[in-house]
Structures are given as structure tokens and as C-alpha cells.
């Protein structure tokens, strides 16, 4: 039985206990509102799930560290959404008139602030995450280790990096992330020394007599103070979406279980008995616990990394017949080289770069692997979705559920794998 909501706030509160019964009020009375928005305004069924979930994590996230009071739950949700969507159609390129909810009258001023700050800071994470997501694997390992207050042997033991050298490995990190960061927003970058001195700082590892000296330089540099803020916000938004956490884990799982009972590819708008989706979502949600803590998922990768090398129709991407025949077996590292020499004569030709990501996965050289498959991702029109679909595997095989499962989102209905990417991320419990 469902919880009688009494105040708007219940709302907030129930995200941030990821209460099960409060979730589920939420779907019951905004989702199918959102979908309908969102199909009306060029959307798909896809992006109208990804919306309403990036909303709700927006508004988790941002409770989660300031107070936040909403004089009127609906109306709030309903105007981020947009805002929201509105921001990823101007990333492909669109702009559609009308955006504006008609229901802001039953906002208050503070409720408008208060969305435009949920909104900035939803921003700011999506985009350090994706940033974050194209560093190489031994950054991406160290920068989610050196988020946590693990000390510092620790992290040197986990990422196999003397701990001498996990300063300067740590600031060439940062650096590449947020040279990336500050020509996306058009900001001035800190200098290296300040970048690497800050992290130490806010990490708590610089001495006593040079943390006086630095706090001092704060004091009188306001730049600088400006640039320490900024670095501090993104480590913040950055950790939560790259560090352990068990409570944002079962958040996500409550939403992904909801996800096709709510935003099926039918056209009908889901109404099912209350009851009834409670026990269903119930049962999905566990059935994703399940999957996400058990042995089970080791063979998963197993399961859906079957593929067949396929000889292309064009002559000039033509591939040896012996290549074919070595990966159709299984010698993935014969067909590797093979694919070596095709690669050094062809470096265009993306069908051989495909395969070759493909076996390098399959043989646990994943770093490689993503580079070949991230390239045929951004060049190629035929094998885009395969290369994002074999990218989600990459991160499967480390058990890295969140990075596969942003992958497999890349991937659209009309894509020719799309039946096996929900396949997958049913398996995910997402």
C-alpha cells in the first residue's frame, strides 16, 4: 500500500531514504505526465526515461548537500525536467519554442532559485562525469580512489602506484581532466603546482607549515580562492558520481527497476494496477541487488559478448580471409595480429580497428581496446552502436556497472542491437 503523502517534502525525503513506496508515488503520478512532454517535444520514449531519472538524481544529489524545501513537488519536478531537456537539444542542435511551464505560477521565487541551482549543478556533474569517463583506465582508477579518505598506502596498494609518485601521477590526472573541463566552459585554468598543491590541501595531506601558507595565499589571492572553490566543487560532484556509495547504489536501483514498467517503447500509457507495479517493481528491484552483488554477473559478459566477424562490402576495407577465420574461432590473438598489419597499410579502415577492440576485450586488454572502440564510436556509421555496445562490455568485465550502463544508454531503439542492449541492461537490473 502506498504512503499517503501529506507534504511536498515527504517527496524529497523519500528520494533521499530511497524510500520504495514514495519512488513508486512518484511514478505513479509524474511519470507517464514527463513522458508525454517529452515525446511532444522531438523526443523518445528513451529520452523521456533518462530525463525523469536524471531529474530525480539531480534533486537527490542536490538534498543531499543543501537544504532543500519545495513549496510544491509537481511543478518543481516538471520545470527541471524540461529545463533539462531543453539543455540536451541544444547539445544535438535543436531549439524548440515553448519550453516555458505554463504551471511556474505554482512556484515561488525561492522554488525558481532553487531549480536553477538543482539544474547548474546536474550540469556541472554530467559533465565532469563524461569527461572523467574518456581518461584512461589508470586515471579514471586513481582519481575514484583519491575521492575517498582511504589513506593514502591504501590507495598506492589498490592502484599498484608507489606512494611517492601519487601526487604527480594524481595532478597529471586532474590536469588532463580539467583542461578538457576549462575550454568546455571557457575558464581559466589554475596553474599546475597551484592544482596539485590545492588537491593536497582539500585532501588533507600537505603539512602544517605549508597548509598556513597556503591558507594565507587564499586569504590575499582571491583568483586563486576563486579556482580552490571551483576545483572543490567539481572533486565533489565528480565523487559522487565515481566513489562507493551504497546509498546512491540503491537509489538507482529503485529507479532502474521502474524503467520499463513506466517508459515501455509502446505507445500505451502504462496503468497498471498500484498493487500490482509495487510487487513488480519490488520483485525488479531485487532481482537487480541480486544480479549487482552476485557471481552471477561474472558470466554475463559471457552471454552477450558472442560475435561474428563479418567480411565488409566495400574492397577498400576488405579484410583477410585468415583474420576472419582466427576470430570466428576464438583466436582472438592471432586475429590481433593480423588485424595489426591490416591496421599499420589501412589506419582508416575501421572495420579491422572494430575487430580488433573486440578481441582486445575478450583478452582483457581493455585500455587498447577502448581506444579502437571509442575512435570507430566518433567515425563510423555502421559499427557506432556495435563499438558502444562492446565499450558497456569493456566496463562489464571489471564490474563496473554505472560505466557499462552509461554506454548501453548511448544506444537508440532504431539501432540494430537494440534488442540486445535491453536485454543486457535487464540483466543489470536496469
Not at 212 to 238: G, H, N, P, Y
Not at 294 to 316: C, G, H, L, V
Not at 326 to 343: E, T
Request: proline share 4%; glycine share 4%; aromatic share 10%.
Amino acid at each position: 500500500m502506498s504512503p499517503e503523502i501529506h507534504y511536498d517534502q515527504d517527496y524529497i525525503e523519500g528520494l533521499l531514504h530511497h524510500t520504495p513506496e514514495i519512488i513508486d508515488d512518484i511514478y505513479q503520478r509524474f511519470a507517464s505526465k514527463e513522458k508525454r512532454f517529452i515525446l511532444q517535444k522531438s523526443g523518445t520514449v528513451k529520452d523521456a526515461a533518462h530525463i525523469f531519472e536524471e531529474a530525480l538524481m539531480d534533486i537527490y544529489y542536490y538534498a543531499r548537500r543543501h537544504p532543500l524545501q519545495v513549496s510544491s513537488f509537481e511543478p518543481f519536478l516538471q520545470l527541471l525536467c524540461k529545463r533539462i531537456w531543453e539543455r540536451e537539444l541544444e547539445k544535438r542542435g535543436q531549439r524548440i519554442a515553448g519550453m516555458e511551464a505554463e504551471e511556474n505560477a505554482a512556484l515561488t521565487r525561492d522554488d525558481m532559485i532553487d531549480i536553477e541551482d538543482v539544474l547548474k549543478e546536474g550540469e556541472k556533474r554530467r559533465l565532469a562525469y563524461s569527461l572523467y569517463l574518456q581518461l584512461n583506465d589508470s586515471c579514471r582508477e586513481l582519481l575514484s580512489w583519491s575521492l575517498t579518505d582511504c589513506l593514502q598506502e591504501d590507495i598506492a596498494v589498490a592502484t599498484k602506484i608507489p606512494v611517492q609518485d601519487l601526487p604527480a601521477t594524481r595532478q597529471a590526472c586532474y590536469l588532463s581532466l580539467f583542461k578538457d573541463l576549462d575550454a568546455r566552459l571557457k575558464s581559466g585554468s589554475m596553474a599546475a603546482e597551484d592544482l596539485s598543491t590545492a588537491d593536497r590541501y582539500l585532501s588533507g595531506q600537505l603539512p602544517e607549515a605549508e597548509n598556513k601558507l597556503f591558507e594565507a595565499r587564499l586569504k590575499t589571492d582571491t583568483t586563486l580562492q576563486q579556482q580552490v572553490k571551483r576545483f572543490d566543487l567539481f572533486r565533489r560532484l565528480l565523487a559522487q558520481r565515481v566513489c562507493k556509495d551504497p546509498d546512491r547504489e540503491a537509489i538507482l536501483h529503485q529507479l532502474f527497476s521502474r524503467r520499463n514498467a513506466w517508459f515501455s517503447p509502446k505507445e500505451s500509457t502504462p496503468t497498471p494496477i498500484r498493487n500490482t507495479v509495487i510487487l513488480i517493481a519490488l520483485f525488479a528491484a531485487g532481482v537487480a541487488i541480486m544480479l549487482y552483488i552476485s557471481p552471477w554477473r561474472k558470466n554475463i559478459y559471457r552471454q552477450f559478448a558472442s560475435t561474428e566477424m563479418q567480411a565488409p562490402d566495400t574492397d577498400s576495407l576488405r579484410l583477410p580471409r585468415e583474420a576472419i577465420e582466427k576470430f570466428n574461432r576464438g583466436h582472438f590473438s592471432d586475429a590481433i595480429i593480423i588485424l595489426d598489419k591490416v591496421l599499420q597499410q589501412h589506419p582508416n579502415n575501421l572495420y579491422a580497428r572494430y575487430y580488433r577492440g573486440v578481441s582486445k576485450v575478450d583478452l582483457n586488454q581493455l585500455e587498447p581496446a577502448r581506444a579502437d572502440l571509442v575512435q570507430v564510436y566518433q567515425q563510423s556509421n555502421d559499427l557506432k552502436y556495435e563499438a558502444a555496445f562492446y565499450m558497456g562490455l569493456s566496463y562489464l568485465k571489471e564490474g563496473h556497472k554505472q560505466e557499462c550502463l552509461d554506454w548501453l544508454l548511448k544506444i537508440p531503439s532504431q539501432a540494430p542491437n537494440y534488442i540486445k542492449v535491453q536485454k543486457l541492461i535487464e540483466e543489470l537490473g536496469g
